[in-house]
């Protein structure tokens, strides 16, 4: 679950976001505050790992609570107001994004997807490594190992079938993961350790603790200014090939 505080000096803002985030059943949410000094309080008591920070508040404007909280604060923060002049002081703040209210609820939805992928990819390393390489489940018939074939994912209202051999590559979003296939994104209720004993091991590999490539899609690895190395799909997409994964790539 995701542990989420909301900080708003309008009760019914809260109330309206409180609402939305009802639909999104990784979100937990562990407090809530009206204001400045409120918002530091209970930030600092619950540890949350994301949060909704109004811009403007009594007491502390939101950047001077990500200011008191320092290294404290949450692994993905969202700031949220009915100004659209925060928006550089955001980004220089390093925040996750930044919505403005009224809330439109597809950018929401966005918003919280930023935050399971990037709160995904901050989490430790916990043996993810090995995940593709557990024994799979054997046919009782041929003795050949089983692979994932096709998975059903959620298009607006309905579900459709997508083959495994149509996914590009693949990254984790806590408890989802995101297949990144025919030209656009599917999120499926799945861990990525989940998938990746499913997968066929000579057609996907990790690349990163957050990241499974298809390797029929790879054109091209190259290293990089910070001691990793990226690679190239066939479709232009460039991602992070982590050092300790290179050996599992290339031999």
Do not use: C
Request: net charge positive.
């Amino acid at each position: 679950m995701i542990r989420t505080v909301i900080v708003d000096d309008e009760r019914l803002a809260r109330e309206g976001l409180k609402m939305r985030l009802r639909g999104e059943s990784d979100i937990e949410l562990v407090g809530e505050a009206s204001d400045g000094p409120g918002a530091v309080k209970v930030i600092e008591r619950q540890a949350p790992d994301l949060l909704f920070l109004d811009a403007q508040m009594r007491g502390l404007s939101g950047f001077q609570v990500l200011n008191r909280l320092g290294r404290t604060a949450p692994r993905a923060i969202i700031i949220i107001s009915a100004f659209e002049n925060y928006a550089m002081k955001a980004f220089d703040a390093q925040v996750l994004d930044y919505l403005l209210k009224p809330i439109n609820e597809e950018r929401l939805r966005t918003a919280v997807q930023r935050a399971r992928v990037a709160i995904a990819r901050q989490q430790p390393d916990d043996g993810a490594a090995k995940a593709v390489s557990e024994p799979r489940p054997m046919a009782p018939e041929s003795g050949r190992p089983q692979f994932l074939q096709r998975l059903a994912v959620r298009v607006r209202d309905r579900s459709v079938m997508l083959r495994i051999d149509e996914v590009d590559w693949i990254e984790s979003a806590a408890n989802y993961v995101q297949l990144h296939a025919r030209g656009r994104s599917f999120l499926v209720r799945m861990t990525m350790n989940e998938l990746g004993a499913k997968l066929d091991a000579g057609r996907f590999t990790r690349i990163h603790r957050s990241t499974i490539v298809n390797v029929d899609r790879l054109v091209e690895v190259r290293p990089s200014p910070h001691g990793d190395f990226e690679v190239t799909l066939q479709d232009g997409t460039r991602l992070k090939l982590s050092r300790g994964y290179r050996d599992q790539l290339l031999n």
